[in-house]
Structures are given as structure tokens and as C-alpha cells.
């Protein structure tokens, strides 16, 4: 299978961003839902994955670079662009309807900050991952 530059950074990006951040909410939502995590807990697993994300970006995004040294040089062209605005509108959607079913949720009950947060934040993680998820199978379907 060959794939283009664009479709092997989309590809290294959706599976750290599903390896670090799977491991981060499973491990807070456990914590909270056990009472063993606090605020500063949370930040520090928080601000771990982030710096994990980015580090693991560098490196992979410099290694398909460095194989790809043709590609790479290239400037992204009108399909790439196209498929990034059909795969962003699609999951800015999908957050905006999290959000809304999250914060109906809220209102309804008493539940904690550290929930509605972290709630909030996986939805960002759910619109990313369906971002990354579309653009994959517009390169796949050519349109």
C-alpha cells in the first residue's frame, strides 16, 4: 500500500493520540470514580500525556520525514485541504453535541468538576479521534 506523506502523519497521529490518551482517561476516570485522584493528580497525568503526545509527534513525524524526504518537501494540496475541512466539520459536530449532551447532564445533576472536565476533554479526544478517522477514509475512498 502506498500512502502519501498526509496519510502516514494522519495514521502516526491517531494511534499515539489513542495510545496516550486511552491510557490518561482510563486511568482518571478510574481515579475518580474510586476517590483516589485529586486535582493535582489529574494536572500531572494531564500535562504527562501532553508532553508524551508531543515528544512521540516529533519522533515519528521526523522519522516518516526522514523516509520520505520527496514527500515531505511537498507543500499540501487542494485533496489534503479538502479532506481535512470535510473531516473538521464533521467531528467539530461531534464535540459540539458532546458538549451540549455533557453540559444537559451537568444542569441535571450535581456532578463534579473533575468529571465535567475530564468529560469535556474526552470529547475533544472523541472529535480528534473521528477527525483523524475521517481523513483516513477519504484517502482510502480518493475523495
Known sequence: MNLSFEEKSTWASLVI???V???Y??????GIAAGSLDKADITGLFFGAVIT???MEIILHIAIAVFNVRDADQPTDERDRLF???AGNISGWVLGFGVLIIAAQ?????????????LLLFMVFVSQ????ALKLFYYRRGY
Do not use: E
Open 106 to 118: 451537568t444542569f441535571m445533576k450535581d456532578l463534579n468538576p473533575m468529571w465535567v472536565a475530564n
Open 129 to 132: 479521534i473521528v477527525s483523524y
Open 84 to 86: 481535512s475541512m470535510r
Open 53 to 55: 503526545v508531543i515528544v
Open 25 to 30: 482517561f482510563s486511568q482518571v476516570f478510574d
Open 21 to 23: 490518551f486511552t491510557g
Open 17 to 19: 493520540i489513542l495510545i
